[in-house]
């Protein structure tokens, strides 16, 4: 089993659209998280970190269940430009591992 | 700019060929990690860098890679013998301590012919 697993997608929404994704974590040592954004033929960025209270920036939110060892990003009033791959990334020790990313393709 | 610069951006190299790529990371950042992305995969872990020691190498492939950082700021990761299977993005990043947002740079795009 991966240590970081997600959907690959696709996933086709329509422009303005809530859109949600979820990602799962083996390693209950992991210690902080964050969504990263891949464009193509890009490097990844920071979108967001991920803390338990739960985190708002703007039409993203994300949210950490450590019970549950999920995190999940949800995008409200989805635009043509969040299309991209998001990567669900965990920190655990002395690691980066990233999850093979979810594509999200926002269609007009 | 004072973000992370990896050279060259491509590399082209033939079968059994031996390649160096560079990473400057942001200055004063500590962590420096290596990464290979694959299309359509996530970036893959490397190895990972705390000042000038390899803090953890559990993820390079063979004894085909190895990586320094001397002096702890620069890093080259050096293929030897390179193999078809190595063809890859190699990305580098850096953070300013664990646990910190990593920024990575544009990438190596290594093809081996």
């Known amino acids: 089993r991966k240590e970081v697993e997600q959907d690959p997608g696709p996933f086709n929404v329509p422009e303005g659209a809530t859109v949600a994704f979820n990602c799962t974590y083996s390693n209950s040592a992991s210690q902080s998280f964050f969504w990263y954004r891949q464009d193509c033929r890009k490097e990844p960025k920071l979108l967001m970190s991920?803390?338990?209270s739960g985190n708002e920036d703007g039409r993203f939110t994300a949210q950490l269940n450590r019970a549950s060892q999920y995190i999940s990003l949800l995008i409200r009033d989805s635009k043509l430009s969040d299309s991209a791959t998001y990567l669900c990334v965990v920190n655990r020790d002395d690691k980066i591992i990233f999850g093979k990313g979810t594509r999200l393709h926002i269609l007009p | 700019g004072a973000g992370v610069s990896q050279t060259p951006s491509n590399k082209v190299t033939e079968k059994g060929k031996y390649v160096e790529l560079r990473c400057d990371p942001i200055?004063?950042?500590?962590?420096l990690y290596w990464y290979r992305q694959s299309l359509g995969q996530g970036p893959e872990f490397l190895i990972y860098f705390q000042g000038t020691g390899a803090a953890d190498d559990s993820g390079l492939p063979n004894d085909r890679f190895f990586a320094v950082r001397p002096e702890g700021s620069v890093s080259t990761l050096k293929i030897q013998r390179t193999e078809r299977g190595d063809s890859a993005v190699y990305l580098c990043?850096?953070?300013?301590?664990?646990?910190?947002?990593?920024?990575f740079g544009q990438g190596t795009r290594l093809t081996v012919v």
């Open positions: 990043a850096s953070s300013l301590h664990l646990n910190t947002e990593a920024f």
């Open positions: 991920v803390y338990s």
């Open positions: 200055s004063g950042h500590t962590a």
